[in-house]
């Protein structure tokens, strides 16, 4: 009963996860757009301080929008806030965190092969993670270096693959993952708390005072728009992210930490052709970049074509399939298994269940991927699957009768 209802409490958790965080992106997907599509009003605006404006037709009517410089004359009577979509993706991207991967299944954070850790342990060095790179986030967007976007955006690209190298070799990669996704998660709701409210505030307390905003409110309100913008190259990457963990040929390759990155770097670019195309600059060279470094991937990330191992002896004997199911027994079936013994599960994941050998031939492709290429499963090599016994399974997956 507990492992059903801990699958019902993770699920409801990334549903809202998911509904809030395409809120939050599409938000800002729509207010870069806008920003980067205003176009200078008529002179009787101007008048009136709109620094902006831009006519749109959706939904069967005409909308014009306007930018102020700063503020408006007097405040309006009602005045919407875009807040909640940024607190609410994060509030339950955290408890997902804590659900799946500090409370549920230590296969998913704990790699004994990389470092023998406690659950407690491990939680701590995440969330230390999380909470160093917002500290030392702010303190670099509050430096002279943020006035120079180009160099800001080294520095914070080799931060964060330094966080990336650092949890790939500390955590399971599915963990390591996960975690450089909260690391920029955290950045970005920090980006609306830190700065883009409190500047907000302060422009709406000039208005609300029928004060002309100053230099210091001028200074937040930029600000807080550079923060927008590092929000805005942020969301592809972290989208990545928060789907990988159905696609463990990226976490689970011994180079995740690289792939990770090289993902990040990609969609992040790719990103840039969008804002430059808002503002009028049509730069197709930059999507042909991105397309190529995505094929150099593919091509990279390939499994080179494998032949059966010879066995031990160096004779062409053939593994039986007494030694394989011995071996599923042991290292598969306590998850993979109509009625899992493991008691984070309650179903087999997804739907894969090998209570017989004809299901392990069925499946034999994605077998050999995940436990003899990328070694990824058992989760965590909780069960101890020696070499040996993974070079066995990759002979039987392969030989001819398969």
């Not at 090289?262 to 052709?273: K, L, S």
Request: aromatic content about 12%; glycine content about 8%; proline content about 6%.
């Amino acid at each position: 009963m507990a492992a059903y209802l801990s699958e019902w409490l993770s699920l409801i958790i990334r549903w809202f996860h998911v509904i809030a965080g395409v809120a939050w992106v599409g938000a800002s997907f729509y207010f870069i757009w806008l920003d980067n599509h205003l176009r200078k009003p008529p002179e009787w605006k101007v008048k009136k301080g709109i620094k902006g404006d831009l006519w749109a037709v959706h939904g069967g009517g005409f909308y014009e929008v306007a930018k102020y410089e700063l503020g408006p004359e007097e405040m309006p009577p009602v005045l919407h806030w875009f807040k909640w979509e940024a607190y609410s993706t994060w509030l339950s991207g955290m408890a997902l965190l804590f659900t799946v991967y500090y409370f549920g299944s230590p296969g998913y954070l704990v790699d004994a092969s990389r470092a023998d850790l406690t659950p407690l342990a491990a939680a701590a060095i995440g969330l230390g993670f999380i909470g160093g790179m917002l500290v030392l986030y702010e303190a670099l967007i509050r430096s002279p270096l943020a006035r120079n976007g180009k160099a800001f955006g080294l520095v914070l690209f080799a931060l964060l693959v330094a966080v990336d190298w650092t949890l790939f070799h500390i955590f399971a990669g599915r963990g390591a993952f996960i975690h450089v996704g909260a690391v920029i998660g955290t950045l970005m709701v920090g980006n609306v708390f830190l700065g883009i409210m409190p500047s907000q505030r302060a422009l709406v307390r000039a208005v609300e005072n029928n004060e002309t905003p100053g230099p210091e409110v001028a200074r937040l309100a930029a600000q807080a728009k550079l923060r927008s913008t590092h929000n805005n190259y942020l969301t592809l990457p972290i989208i990545f992210i928060m789907i990988s963990n159905h696609y463990p040929m990226f976490y689970g390759h011994e180079y995740g930490w690289a792939v990770l990155a090289a993902i990040g770097f990609i969609t992040a670019f790719a990103r840039h052709f969008f804002n430059l195309r808002h503002r009028g600059v049509y730069r197709p060279s930059i999507l042909l970049i991105a397309a190529i470094m995505t094929v150099i991937l593919i091509g990279v990330l390939a499994p080179s074509p494998t032949s059966v191992p010879a066995s031990p002896s160096g004779s062409d004997t053939e593994v039986t399939d007494a030694d394989i199911q011995s071996l599923i027994d042991t290292h598969c079936t306590g998850c993979h298994a109509k009625v899992p013994s493991s008691p984070a599960f309650q179903a087999p994941p997804a739907g894969i269940a090998f209570d017989s050998l004809e299901a392990v031939k069925q499946h034999w492709e994605k077998v050999l991927q995940a436990a003899v290429n990328s070694q990824y499963m058992p989760l965590g090599n909780m069960t101890g699957m020696k070499p040996e016994e993974r070079k066995m399974l990759g002979r039987w997956l392969q030989q001819p009768t398969q």
